[in-house]
Nanobody
Framework: QVQLVESGGGLVQPGGSLRLSCAAS????????MGWHRQAPGKQRELVAA???????QYADSVKGRFTISRDNAKNTVYLQMNSLKPEDTAVYYC??????????WGQGTLVTVSS
């Protein structure tokens, strides 16, 4: 069983910053990729950013230049630094981990609200 514990969400004003963290624990032999998805009210869940074991990263066009994903392999933790936040970034953010080949796990979600 794999557990993902997310933290860092909250309320922030437009233009502000937040840092999300997600720590994976449990029966993991090797992690292939870690990432963040988000789901806004009435919209489908979408990929925000991902980082693979080799360090390559992928970002949604809407967050390029504003968000940075990073990873601490020793701690099985992934971070999402979000800068210049916009109201349209408001969503529940979910951590996702691909591990041991074909398995994946999801966090419980953390709410990010960008509003003045």
């Amino acid at each position: 069983q794999v557990q993902l514990v997310e933290s860092g969400g909250g309320l922030v004003q437009p233009g502000g910053s937040l840092r999300l963290s997600c720590a994976a624990s449990g029966a993991i032999f090797s992690i292939n990729a870690m990432g963040w998805h988000r789901q806004a009210p009435g919209k489908q869940r979408e990929l925000v950013a991902a980082i693979r074991s080799g360090g390559s990263t992928q970002y949604a066009d809407s967050v390029k230049g504003r968000f940075t994903i990073s990873r601490d392999n020793a701690k099985n933790t992934v971070y999402l630094q979000m800068n210049s936040l916009k109201p349209e970034d408001t969503a529940v953010y979910y951590c996702n981990v691909e591990y041991d080949g074909l398995l994946d796990a999801w966090g419980q979600g953390t709410l990010v609200t960008v509003s003045s």
